[in-house]
């Protein structure tokens, strides 16, 4: 199924495309996303959300109308389910609780959107945008399929302890991009065959090695991204980042904006990005949903024990 709400009457040429991809867990966040390139947009009118979901909350409809409300901006809803070529290759992906089959969508989106759009910018649901994007809109890849911020953390994540790990497929010399911020070149995405290569690397036998879609991305796409700014994607920020006037916030530190009494930089401004209304609702779904998680693990431990 896709629902679609908005206006569609800006020219093709100038439409800036931005897709998320969230299961049902991480639509609030998602809203707060999308909502806050809606709030610094200088022409929203321009803005086409594509938002690839696995499973559709119950109140998911209801939120985009009341975004199309506040910006009349048009949303496009994907449901993943529906794409049988993705379960099937996703099938042989490692994942957790943590990192669900959904995180690995952003790696079909040239399949998953319509064929003429040609650029689109991919966000994780855990970012939020302080400026316009249309600088990044207009900065040119050339011959490179995908744009990216290098990762900070690139030596811990990619080689491990003591950056010994993995050595034979990611040199620490060599960049390591974070997949959280990715401008994509569809047209190019699709002459590169990425998911016919993910296949290709499935018979290898290296996933069970890879920190999820990161590692699988740099893996795939070496050599064929340009390095942007940082201040497009700056990870774990706290409040002092104020000061470097960042574009787009990525909150991958485990003290996540949307919790009660986070600690993370900016997380008033986040509640506030995201309205109270939708903040203490999802607080109150994740509290819910951890009651009955903690309640079940305990009834069957002690099933299991009895």
Request: glycine share 4%; net charge positive; with cysteine.
């Amino acid at each position: 199924m896709t629902a679609r709400t908005g206006n569609r009457n800006a020219q093709a040429g100038q439409e800036q495309h931005i897709a998320l991809c969230v299961n049902a867990m991480f639509w609030p966040p998602a809203f707060a996303v999308i909502r806050s390139i809606c709030l610094t947009a200088t022409q929203r009118e321009k803005l086409r959300f594509h938002l690839v979901v696995a499973g559709i909350p119950r109140m998911l409809l209801e939120d985009l109308k009341t975004l199309n409300e506040e910006f009349g901006v048009s949303i496009d809803v994907i449901e993943l389910d529906q794409h049988d070529r993705f379960s099937k290759i996703v099938e042989a992906l490692p994942t957790t609780k943590r990192f669900p089959p959904i995180v690995y969508a952003r790696m079909f989106l040239a399949e998953l959107l319509s064929k003429d759009i040609e650029r689109v910018l991919y966000l994780d649901a855990d970012t939020l945008v302080l400026s316009p994007l249309d600088p990044l809109f207009s900065i040119p890849l050339g011959n490179k399929v995908a744009a990216a911020v290098t990762d900070p953390q690139a030596m811990r994540v990619a080689n491990g302890r003591d950056v010994r790990n993995n050595r034979d497929l990611f040199d620490p010399s060599l960049p390591y991009f974070n997949s959280g911020v990715l401008l994509l070149d569809l047209p190019a995405w699709r002459a590169l065959d990425i998911a016919g290569k993910i296949s290709t690397l499935s018979k290898k036998g290296i996933f069970s090695r890879l920190y999820y879609d990161q590692d699988l991305l740099n893996l795939l796409l070496r050599g064929h991204w340009l390095e942007l700014d940082r201040l497009w994607n700056v990870t774990h920020p706290h409040d002092a980042h104020q000061i470097l006037n960042p574009h787009i916030l990525h909150f991958t530190g485990s003290d996540k904006p949307w919790r009660l009494l986070s600690k993370a930089g900016y997380a008033r401004l986040y509640r506030h990005v995201m309205t109270n209304d939708m903040f203490y609702r999802y607080w109150r779904q994740r509290m819910l949903g951890s009651f009955f998680d903690d309640w079940v693990h305990k009834i069957t431990a002690r099933h299991l024990n009895s």
